[in-house]
């Protein structure tokens, strides 16, 4: 075990104790052990030993290898050496008479304050009365201050002169002397080479005045140091802890803070739905074409100019098309590039001789088929079934004279004709969806625009509305008996014959994003039914299949549709029942303010 000769700490390893030596007692901050002097250096604390501690120290003994490195010339009184606590250059009278002080534990001495221990890294301090001799400094008060002018010499003397005198300091103690107090820390010094040599440390350790600022975290105020600082912030804290105590302990403000908080969340909440709901708006403008992106025509123009552009179409062809298509709108009659005739005549003709499993087939009157064209694709499903309508009006005799057109209008006729509906006062409420506009639009149109100008052209018009599957499986069997019922309406006898071509007009069927027309209706073996629909979206290849007697019995798979086919959650269905007198349009008119269809179940 290895032990500091200088403050007794106790080592296992030599390098341990050098670099204990080294760190925490350099040379400048060795001091006596015999009394308070600190602030020299190793050969000058050693020439004061000898010279002002010569009668307390006793024969020199060996010391231990450490010490001998780092202190070759420092001897140490005998350990059994009794030490007279009382005299005047201990400064402590409160320690027994006879205490054992030795240098290699000086700083264990119990009760002396000449010797009390500096932390390491800082600068040493000691203590001592006004009586006591041969100490070199001591801590304010415990004492009577002297300013330190009285004590400084007037002229600095050289460097051998210097030395000479601090010898002769050192080595004879004064009986009477002054304190000097170190104007940078709360050391007293005895005399002032000694006060000179430790403030001269203070400035080699402080180097350069470096100033530095410490910002407020809170109001960016700037302190000089972080005590400033820290009782800046402090403060803060204080008057936020207080604020919210006196808060919190008064109900009223409680209640306040709550309906505040109450009111911005229902005010988020509103600009929330708010934003949603113009979301949702543009969504259902562009899915329903009124977002002013053009209608028929500019639709119809950019497909030909794509055409153009992937080389499938020369110029030519696309200024000749874009002519027929400027013409047809201006005349408003269907070119009739989609339209297929002769459907209901083929259908005819195949239930007579083919497709012995129905026990009963109804069909429409003559209907002509429509199909959607590259210029309302996607959009037009419901003006195509209103031409495909009128296609079989003017064959009727009950509907014919009325119709005061007998060509089927363009798509853009069509809007044309609803809107003059709407000027008529039929559907206020679903003209203001539309904002009363359908014309240069991709609007899609439903059961109650063909409603308005059904009745705008005196047809007697009804709506059913199947708004809720009726069937397992979220079918709907009362759909088809309604059908039914409608196609049975034309027949007398009791047992009807198993093929009936009658003259009723196709029925209008919507449902979500989509519409078609039904034109007949089979009844199986098994009792159950089955729709005949013209579908819209049926290419004109497809549907002219139907009049081919090699292919209609594969096509018919497309127009066939059982219950187990229609699953959509609501459906609408649009029959026509006569002809309407001037009188009772108006009563139509009336009462399409409130329009109201008759709901199934």
């Keep these: 075990m290895l032990t500091c000769e200088i403050c007794g700490e106790d080592f296992l390893l030599e390098e341990d104790l050098k670099t204990h030596l080294l760190l925490s007692h350099e040379e400048n901050t060795i001091s006596c052990p015999l009394c308070s002097l600190s602030g020299v250096s190793y050969d000058e604390l050693c020439f004061h030993i000898s010279s002002a501690h010569a009668e307390e120290q ?5 010391r231990p290898s450490n010490a001998e490195e780092k202190f070759p010339k420092l001897s140490r009184p005998a350990p059994d050496q009794d030490v007279d606590k009382s005299r005047s250059a201990s400064g402590c ?13 000086p700083y264990r001495a119990p009760g002396s304050c000449g010797t009390a221990a500096t932390a390491p890294g800082a600068l040493p301090s000691v203590e001592t009365d006004t009586g006591g001799t041969g100490d070199g400094c001591s801590l304010p008060g415990e004492t009577a201050s002297i300013s330190l002018s009285s004590q400084r010499p007037k002229t600095r003397a050289g460097p051998s002169s210097y030395s000479e005198a601090k010898r002769k300091h050192l080595s004879s103690p004064r009986k009477d002397h002054q304190l000097l ?4 820390c709360a050391l007293v010094c005895c005399n002032s080479f000694i006060l000179q040599e430790h403030v001269e440390l203070h400035l080699m350790e402080q180097g350069p005045p470096k100033e530095r600022r410490f910002e407020c975290p809170l109001c960016s105020v700037l302190c000089t140091d972080s005590f400033s600082l820290q009782e800046h912030v402090e403060l803060h804290l204080d008057h936020g802890a207080a604020g919210h105590s006196a808060a919190a302990g008064s109900p009223d403000s409680d209640l306040e803070l709550a309906q505040q908080l109450q009111k911005e969340e229902e005010q988020r909440r509103r ?7 113009r979301e949702e708006f543009k969504k259902l403008q562009r899915q329903f074409g009124v977002d002013g992106s053009g209608g028929y025509s500019k639709q119809m123009e950019r497909v030909m100019e794509r055409e153009v552009a992937r080389g499938l179409m020369n110029p030519a062809e696309f200024h000749r098309k874009k002519a027929e298509m400027m013409e047809s709108m201006a005349s408003g009659v269907d070119d009739g590039k989609t339209r297929t005739q002769g459907v209901i005549r083929a259908l005819y003709e195949y239930y007579q001789t083919d497709c012995r499993d129905c026990v009963h087939v109804w069909l429409s009157a003559e209907t002509d088929h429509f199909c959607s064209s590259q210029g309302d694709k996607g959009w037009g499903c419901g003006y195509r079934n209103f031409q495909m309508m009128l296609s079989c009006l003017h064959r009727t005799d009950a509907y014919a004279p009325i119709l005061q057109e007998t060509t089927v209008p363009s798509i853009p006729k069509v809007q044309r004709m609803i809107e003059e509906a ?50 397992p499986g979220d079918t709907h069997p009362r759909l088809f008996e309604w059908v039914k019922n409608y196609f049975c309406q034309s027949s007398s006898n009791r ?18 994003g989509h519409s078609r027309s039904i034109v007949g209706l089979e009844q199986r073996r098994n009792g159950s039914l089955c729709l005949l629909l013209l579908d819209p979206a049926s290419s004109v290849s497809e ?4 009049l081919n007697r090699d292919s209609i019995g594969s096509a018919l798979r497309h127009v066939r549709k059982f219950s187990s086919g229609l699953k959509h ?12 007198s001037a009188e009772e349009k108006q009563i139509s008119i009336m009462k399409s303010r409130t329009l109201c269809a008759e709901r199934i179940p």
């Design 58 to 62: 006793s024969p020199k003994r060996s």
């Design 93 to 105: 009278s409160e320690a027994a008479a006879d205490t054992k002080l030795s240098l290699t534990d």
């Design 181 to 184: 107090s170190c104007p940078v």
């Design 271 to 277: 600009q929330e739905e708010a934003r949603q709901e």
């Design 422 to 471: 709407w000027r008529e006062g039929l559907d206020a409420q679903g003209a203001s969806h539309f904002n009363n506009r359908l014309q240069g639009t991709r609007a899609w149109i439903g059961a109650t625009e063909i409603y308005s100008v059904l009745t705008s052209l005196r047809i007697r018009a009804h709506i059913v509305d199947f708004h809720r599957p009726t069937g």
């Design 495 to 512: 047992l009807p014959p198993r093929l009936i071509k009658t003259s009723l007009p196709p029925l209008y069927l919507q449902h979500q």
């Design 543 to 546: 549907t002219r299949k139907l």
């Design 569 to 580: 959650q609501q459906y609408q269905v649009v029959a026509l029942q006569g002809v309407l």
